[in-house]
């Protein structure tokens, strides 16, 4: 296994790990996982600086949308009185995405 995919592999576990709603011995016993590996990987998950997206929002316009423009010109249209709840969950979507 090269250096990527072990660690692919164990960042995809930590991610699992999160959404679960498991601790860490209760996902490690049911996936057999060693846990003083996996704790090992968390923590360097941990210690990784933010994944940074550039994106450009447009100014507020008369019908109260937001444009967020992400690379490669794609645009979500975004209503101004949801922004602070829905612009995380699409921050979170993206970052999860396979960088390609």
């Not at 990987?41 to 994944?51: H, L, Q």
């Not at 949801?82 to 960088?99: G, H, S």
Request: proline content about 7%.
């Amino acid at each position: 296994m090269t250096e990527q995919s072990k660690s692919d592999f164990w960042m995809m576990h930590v991610t699992k790990w999160k959404d679960s709603g498991l601790s860490q011995t209760a996902y490690c016993r049911e996936h057999q996982l060693r846990l003083s590996t996996f704790t090992y990987w968390r923590g360097k998950e941990a210690k990784k600086p933010p994944k940074l997206i550039p994106l450009s929002v447009s100014p507020r316009s008369t019908d109260e949308t937001v444009v967020v423009t992400l690379p490669g010109n794609a645009k979500i249209h975004l209503r101004e009185s949801t922004l602070e709840r829905t612009l995380p969950m699409v921050l979170r979507l993206l970052r999860e995405q396979p960088e390609c």
